[in-house]
């Protein structure tokens, strides 16, 4: 499986722009780029996934390197609610079966 | 709310113990998923069931089963309790099983081995 490497953590201030950075060097063809995140003591929720494009929804903007190498999670504007753990997660397309593998993710901490 | 399950929210028992963890999915998802969580291995994939037959394997230990059953909900039987067992275990369910499905987690079970 290709590996995914994030910082260990970072902070950001409440209603700032936060960028959460994932590298894939190994990224291949088929792979796509999920974020998901988990809040204390909760389950992990799913926030974004693109494979080649940048994409948006309502939680968070997913921006793709040209060469996909690397991608960048970018939380608008950061409230308190955001402070969880933020996985990088690639998922294979040729693959069945769809498990996630998690690495160690980032523990983003919002300061009000 | 995700819109799964699991019951229950907290197992405590002994070693040499057997115990079953429940979860139901989502309403029209077919795909039934396992984590364990513990503080030292992070999030494990164990098993996955798609409309009711084992699709893919993880890292689940012998002593551990699962199946899932027609009206699609799932169990997850862990025996011979070890205190290593001692974890948060989470299901979560998708629609499909592709690789673009997004999996909606529960609350998860934390279970004690003492």
């Known amino acids: 499986d290709a590996k995914t490497t994030q910082p260990n953590s970072m902070e950001s201030n409440e209603e700032e722009p936060v960028h959460l950075p994932c590298n894939h060097s190994?990224?291949?063809?088929?792979?796509?780029i999920h974020w998901y995140r988990q809040l204390p003591s909760q389950g992990p929720e799913y926030v974004i996934h693109?494979?080649?494009s940048n994409v948006n929804n309502r939680m968070a903007s997913l921006a793709i390197a040209e060469d996909r190498k690397s991608s960048t999670l970018i939380l608008h504007r950061a409230t308190l609610r955001d402070a969880a753990v933020y996985y990088c997660?690639?998922?294979?397309?040729?693959?069945?079966?769809?498990?996630?593998?998690f690495g160690e993710g980032t523990q983003l901490t919002v300061n009000p | 709310d995700s819109g799964v399950t699991q019951t229950p929210k907290h197992l405590i028992t002994a070693t040499g113990q057997r115990v079953t963890l429940r979860c139901s999915p989502r309403s029209g998802d077919l795909s039934v998923y396992w984590y364990q969580q513990s503080l030292d291995q992070g999030l494990q994939f164990l098993i996955q069931?798609?409309?009711?037959?084992?699709?893919a394997k993880g890292n689940i230990l012998e002593r551990f089963s699962a199946q899932q059953f027609p009206d699609l909900h799932s169990e997850l039987n862990l025996s011979s309790l070890e205190l290593g067992d001692s974890a948060l275990y989470f299901c979560a369910s998708s629609q499909g099983a592709g690789a673009t499905d997004t999996q909606y987690f529960g609350p998860g079970t934390r279970l004690t081995v003492l």
């Open positions: 069931y798609y409309n009711g037959e084992e699709r």
């Open positions: 693109g494979l080649t």
């Open positions: 190994t990224i291949s063809g088929t792979d796509y």
């Open positions: 997660i690639l998922r294979d397309r040729r693959t069945s079966g769809s498990r996630l593998t």
